[in-house]
Every structure is written in C-alpha cells, then in structure tokens.
C-alpha cells in the first residue's frame, strides 16, 4: 500500500558502506532497477535525501581525524537557531566514521547540556527523526539497537507481521 519506512531505515541505517553497496548491487539485479532511483520514487522532503545520501555508501570509515569544528556547526544548525538546518545534521551523520560520531555526540552533549538524541527529537518528526535516531543508536550499540527494534516489534496490543 505504501512505502515501509521503518524497514528503509532498519536497513539503509544500520549497514556499512559494503553492506549498503552490496544491496544495491543485489537489488538492481533483481529487479531492474537502482536502488537509489526507487528510493527517490517512493521518499520525500528531507527523509529522501537523506535515504539518497545513505544509498551512495560514502561513509569515510577510516577517518581519525579530530571532529572537533563540525559540533559548533551542528549545533548551530538545529538547537542554535530558529528553525533546522537539515541538510548540517545529514552531512554529519551520513559521511562521518562512527568513531568521529561518538566524539561528535560526547562534545555535543558537553556544548548543549544534553545528548544528541535528545537534540534531534527536538529538531525533527517523522521519517526523518527515526533515520537520524537510527544512526545515532547504531553508531552507539548496534546490539541495543536491535533488541530495541526487537523489543518494540514485540511489545504492545500485538506482534507487529510483515512479509
């Protein structure tokens, strides 16, 4: 009926640029068409680019370098201005190694008073926030992430199925 969100960003978060290549490399022969290409069909607004962006794998995973200059930046993008600078928060999340991402957050929280997390349900909704959320918990635990999702598939009035 429509697009599944939650499983575009389970997946499209979560993996690593091979990951993220090899799926669009199996994709497309599977069904005859680029990934990115129906990921731009079936998105929209902000959660489109940030799919695209996800999509092309170019997450520097070897980066060591002090990340200190882009926490200013990215505070000023979402909490220190009128309005969200959506496009500071998804260059950050999307390029930089998980390593750098962990220093990002740590500052962050020292500049704001507050995590990252906390920041980014303040700046976003939607699609959008659960990508960016999705990103920030993996780069933090990969296995907490998942038994969160595991956890929430389960918990409620009933098993969430989808096939």
């Given at each position: 009926?429509?697009?599944?969100?939650?499983?575009?960003?389970?997946?499209?978060?979560?993996?690593?640029?091979?990951?993220?290549?090899?799926?669009?490399q199996f994709y497309e022969q599977s069904f005859n068409k680029s990934l990115e290409s129906d990921l731009k069909g079936d998105t929209s607004g902000h959660f489109k680019r940030l799919c695209v962006s996800l999509v092309q794998g170019n997450r520097d995973e070897n980066q060591?370098?002090?990340?200190?200059?882009?926490?200013?930046?990215?505070?000023?993008?979402?909490?220190?201005?009128?309005?969200?600078?959506?496009?500071?928060?998804?260059?950050?999340?999307?390029?930089?190694?998980?390593?750098?991402?962990?220093?990002?957050?740590?500052?962050?929280?020292?500049?704001?008073?507050?995590?990252?997390?906390?920041?980014?349900?303040?700046?976003?909704?939607?699609?959008?926030?659960?990508?960016?959320?999705?990103?920030?918990?993996?780069?933090?635990?990969?296995?907490?992430?998942?038994?969160?999702?595991?956890?929430?598939?389960?918990?409620?009035?009933?098993?969430?199925?989808?096939?």
């Amino acid at each position: 009926m429509g697009t599944d969100e939650e499983a575009i960003i389970e997946i499209l978060c979560t993996q690593s640029n091979f990951g993220i290549k090899t799926i669009a490399q199996f994709y497309e022969q599977s069904f005859n068409k680029s990934l990115e290409s129906d990921l731009k069909g079936d998105t929209s607004g902000h959660f489109k680019r940030l799919c695209v962006s996800l999509v092309q794998g170019n997450r520097d995973e070897n980066q060591m370098k002090q990340p200190l200059l882009l926490i200013p930046l990215l505070y000023e993008a979402g909490e220190g201005q009128w309005g969200t600078d959506e496009s500071v928060f998804n260059s950050i999340l999307v390029t930089r190694s998980y390593q750098q991402l962990r220093q990002i957050f740590l500052e962050y929280e020292n500049l704001a008073g507050h995590d990252i997390e906390k920041a980014i349900k303040r700046e976003f909704s939607g699609a959008i926030e659960k990508g960016f959320l999705a990103i920030v918990k993996c780069c933090k635990s990969k296995v907490d992430y998942f038994a969160e999702r595991l956890y929430d598939s389960m918990h409620g009035l009933g098993t969430k199925i989808r096939l």
